[in-house]
């Protein structure tokens, strides 16, 4: 993967265990410079405060969703460009329409490997690459 | 063997987090039965099974992402108001809620759960395709509004490869052509979904049976696996804790200081050992102990807070637990919770779990009446148990309260003698209070029909035993046709024992401050014999005198001054003592290998010495044979 292993990650969840399996996903695939959060809210925050290149996030979450966190990335002039990877147990086609129109930059459903992760993560940053 | 070699910390925060939301899940449950309409609710509880299914998934418990999927999907449809909430849904949620905690014991066994009852699925797919009225729009056009080419791609149904690419292209106008999209392999979506199948089946033939047998207790399950029964029996204590970083931060700050001040000890023993006496030098010896004496006691302070936990953690179980014994029973009835954020020592959580059970299990079965009954009395048909949890001193206060048909201290006398655990002559002794006690005595039950609910009279002595465990002591009132109240006292924390500390001649001996209500001075001239033994009467009760120096075996060289009066849970008595060397917090050091009879542990007071701390249980165990054993009378003046 061409992609700097220092990237800063988000990953956004609001059940621990699942940003704990993202994180060590992650690692595995060389990246361990990650912070995480809560849910969109608490997410949007850390984002606005700068530093991050990628952000991973849950799309079922209290106080604000990843669908919303994503509408909100993308309206938001400082954050748009940040890629973002939707992550959700949900495999209903309507769902991944509506990430794609939001703008996601992928979709993955749990449960997921480290080896579909970077498969996912390898076609984005091609894309980034390109544009 | 282990299916989860390599993933058990994995496992262990999954099952904790999981736990904590299921519970949460819970009382949402039984609030939903209130308003069932409500979205918020419906939102939180189809979020709680989402969640558990993709931790599930990761860990490969397929049985168990099957269910919460069902249950998902019935919750997706109740929150679009594609399906309406009925009490016989109500009761295939609830099985199916169990069945989820049911898998939670097996996978905690680190075993894979085996599939849940068939009849809790079929009832979950029924609910899902037979009660919903029209076939479902595709829910696609609800929920985004859908380019014209999109669905036609995902209408050719062919299973393949997701294409993201395609698929977002498609939506975001972006290169390839609407013609491209269609004519290649379709989003049939991402990692197939491991439940989708079963889910998407149509009605099978339990679906036609009707729902209300499924509710009720995953224990009932006829087909319980093997490792669902050995969960009961053994399930492991969770042996991890969540500590606020806050906290560990203070515990971690707090060690650092204490370093430096040690640092500066060491140098001043230097100093002094090198012959330095200057005020000076012993001025700041002075300030560095006095600085490393309040630093300790935060840190003990500190330490003892990350093992304190909210008791809303152990509550959360219990509404749901009320409200289906309740309607088991035919009864309506709302547990009221308080002082949830109240926090215990995390133990003593564990401990309290089935003691408090077992008292609200009580408070529905037998404190409150039916609600005929309650009719007929003039009270609301819907009855309150409150569970209250609160921080009073140095102690934590439990309350379980109901506004049922209360005690009767007369029947319960009645049934003690009737019961053969006590005998007419001591019945007639006992006054208001001392008769309610006598639930706690083992083998009552007032109920002469069992029921396998709470009716077994192996209860409220096994309450009893274990809140004393526990350092802790409970206490009834009860006032008949208004209610019952029990009160649990425990101390904050079992990492200390506040003691009284006692002195026979100059020998100082601790005993247990919890057991301890009031201390006395013993006129000779006031003491009475009744029955042959020596008492003492303490406003209006009749208390035996028992030595403490008889009780260790010692001589009694001259007649006890002070009496201190106790309370245990099988009597009151007064203690007979020389003098008192005040109270004191004391650090139990058990005796590990070697453990003398009445000894529940040592600790160490400020000057060095070294302290007894009796078991007055264990030091009185032979009073009930011999009565002369603690007596008076023959005293040894020497």
Not at chain 2, 40 to 69: M, P, Q, S, Y
Not at chain 2, 398 to 410: T, V
Not at chain 2, 506 to 516: C, T, W
Request: with cysteine.
């Amino acid at each position: 993967m061409a992609a700097d292993p220092k990237m800063r990650f988000l990953v956004v969840d609001d059940f621990s265990t699942m940003r704990r399996i993202v994180r060590n996903l992650l690692k595995e695939l060389g990246f361990t410079n990650v912070d995480e959060a809560e849910d969109g809210a608490i997410a949007l925050q850390k984002l606005q405060a700068g530093g991050f290149e990628f952000v991973v996030t849950d799309w079922n979450m209290p106080n604000m969703d990843g669908l919303t966190l994503l509408q909100t990335i993308r309206s938001t002039p400082n954050l748009k460009h940040l890629p973002v990877l939707m992550i959700t147990a949900e495999a209903k086609k309507e769902n991944i329409i509506a990430a794609a129109q939001a703008g996601a930059s992928g979709y993955i459903v749990k449960p997921f490997t480290a080896g579909t992760l970077s498969e996912k993560l390898t076609k984005i940053f091609e894309k980034m690459g390109k544009a | 063997m282990s299916d989860f070699s390599g993933m058990e910390d994995l496992l262990q925060d999954f099952l904790q987090e999981a736990h904590d939301l299921l519970s949460d899940v819970d009382n949402k449950l039984v609030d939903l039965e209130k308003t069932p309409d409500d979205r918020g609710l419906l939102n939180d509880i189809f979020r709680g099974f989402h969640t558990i299914k993709g931790g599930a998934g990761f860990l490969n418990a397929t049985e168990l992402v099957t269910l919460c999927h069902l249950t998902e999907n019935l919750f997706d449809r109740l929150r679009n108001a594609e399906l309406a909430l009925s009490p016989e849904l109500m009761d295939i949620i609830m099985a199916a809620t169990q069945g989820v905690r049911d898998m939670f014991g097996e996978l905690s066994q680190s075993v894979q759960p085996q599939s849940a009852d068939p009849q809790v699925i079929g009832a979950l797919q029924g609910a899902l395709n037979g009660e919903v009225q029209a076939p479902v729009v595709l829910p696609v056009a609800t929920m985004v509004d859908v380019p014209p080419n999109v669905p036609a791609a995902a209408s050719t149904g062919a299973a393949g490869e997701p294409d993201w690419e395609m698929l977002h292209s498609a939506v975001s106008g972006a290169p390839a052509s609407s013609s491209e999209v269609s004519s290649r392999s379709v989003p049939d979506l991402a990692e197939e979904p491991v439940v989708a199948p079963a889910a998407e089946q149509a009605g099978t033939a339990l679906a036609a049976q009707p729902a209300s047998p499924y509710g009720r207790r995953g224990g009932d399950r006829p087909a319980a696996s093997t490792a669902a029964a050995r969960r009961t029996e053994d399930r492991g204590r969770e042996n991890t804790i969540r500590v606020d970083t806050a906290r560990l931060d203070q515990v971690l700050n707090l060690s650092g200081e204490i370093g430096l001040t040690k640092n500066r000890l060491t140098s001043l023993r230097a100093d002094i050992l090198a012959g330095k006496n200057d005020p000076e030098t012993l001025h700041a010896l002075d300030q560095a102990v006095s600085q490393l004496d309040l630093l300790v006691s935060d840190l003990q302070n500190s330490v003892m807070k990350t093992r304190m936990q909210p008791i809303g953690r152990l509550f959360q179980k219990y509404p749901r637990i009320a409200r289906d014994l309740a309607r088991q029973l035919g009864k309506d009835v709302e547990l009221v919770l308080a002082g949830e954020e109240t926090e215990v020592d995390k133990t003593m959580i564990e401990d309290l779990a089935d003691p408090l059970i077992h008292l609200i299990r009580n408070a529905v079965d037998h404190g409150v009446e039916m609600p005929n009954e309650r009719q007929l009395s003039g009270k609301t048909v819907k009855s309150l148990v409150r569970l209250e949890a609160r921080q009073e001193g140095d102690h934590i206060v439990l309350i379980i309260a109901d506004d049922g048909r209360g005690m009767s201290a007369e029947r319960i006398r009645a049934k003690a003698v009737e019961k053969g655990l006590i005998s007419e002559e001591e019945a007639n002794t006992l006054d208001e209070r001392q008769s309610l006690n006598l639930i706690f005595l083992p083998g009552f039950s007032t109920k002469t029909q069992i029921s396998d609910v709470s009716g077994r009279g192996v209860g409220m002595d096994v309450v009893k035993t274990n809140i004393q465990k526990l350092n802790g002591s409970i206490e009834i009132r009860s006032e008949p046709g208004k209610g019952s109240v029990f009160i649990i006292s425990l101390p904050l924390t079992l990492a200390i024992l506040p003691v009284l500390l006692v002195l026979l001649g100059d020998q100082p001996f601790a005993l247990p401050l919890s057991l301890v209500r009031e201390i006395l001075p013993i006129e000779q001239s006031r003491i009475q014999e009744v029955g042959g033994k020596e008492t003492l009467v303490v406003r209006g009760e009749v208390l035996p005198v028992i030595s403490l120096a008889r009780l260790l075996g010692w001589p009694l060289k001259k007649y006890p001054e002070y009496g201190v009066f106790m309370q245990t849970a099988e009597r009151s008595f007064i203690l007979g003592v020389d003098s008192f060397a005040g109270r004191d917090d004391a650090v139990i050091k058990s005796l590990e290998d070697f453990r003398p009879k009445g000894v529940a542990g040592v600790t160490t007071l400020s000057n060095g010495q070294i302290v007894l701390i009796l078991d007055m249980k264990e030091l009185l165990a032979d009073i009930g044979q011999h009565p002369e054993v603690g007596s008076l009378r023959s005293l040894e003046f020497a």
